[in-house]
């Protein structure tokens, strides 16, 4: 089973940044495709970002210009750097990932989710 742990969300004021992580975890022979979703009270979770293991990467239409996501695949971590966080921004933000076992079975697996909060 492939765990994944976020970390450093919290709260900054609008225009701060942010750098959220996720490491990866567990048995298995790849990941493929690593990202973040997040999920506001009362909204349905949205893409924000994802990369391949290959750094190719894909952003929504509101983070881009402001977020980066980033990946290291010797630690199967992904990181996402916010700048010029807004209060739109705001949300519980869940890490993913997607890959195979070594014995070809798939995997789609998500972390507990971090908090990021924007307020002045």
């Known amino acids: 089973q492939v765990q994944l742990v976020e970390s450093g969300g919290g709260s900054v004021q609008p225009g701060g940044s942010l750098r959220l992580s996720c490491a990866a975890s567990g048995v298995f022979f790849r990941i493929n495709t690593m990202g973040w979703y997040r999920q506001a009270p009362g909204n349905q979770r949205e893409l924000v970002g994802s990369t391949t293991s290959t750094g190719s990467a894909t952003y929504a239409d509101s983070v881009k210009g402001r977020f980066t996501i980033s990946r290291d695949n010797a630690k199967n971590t992904v990181y996402l750097q916010m700048n010029s966080l807004q209060h739109e921004d705001t949300a519980v933000y869940l890490c993913?990932?997607?890959?195979?076992?070594?014995?070809?079975?798939?995997?789609?697996?998500w972390g507990q989710g971090t908090q990021v909060t924007v307020s002045s």
């Open positions: 993913n990932a997607q890959g195979r076992y070594f014995n070809g079975i798939s995997f789609d697996s």
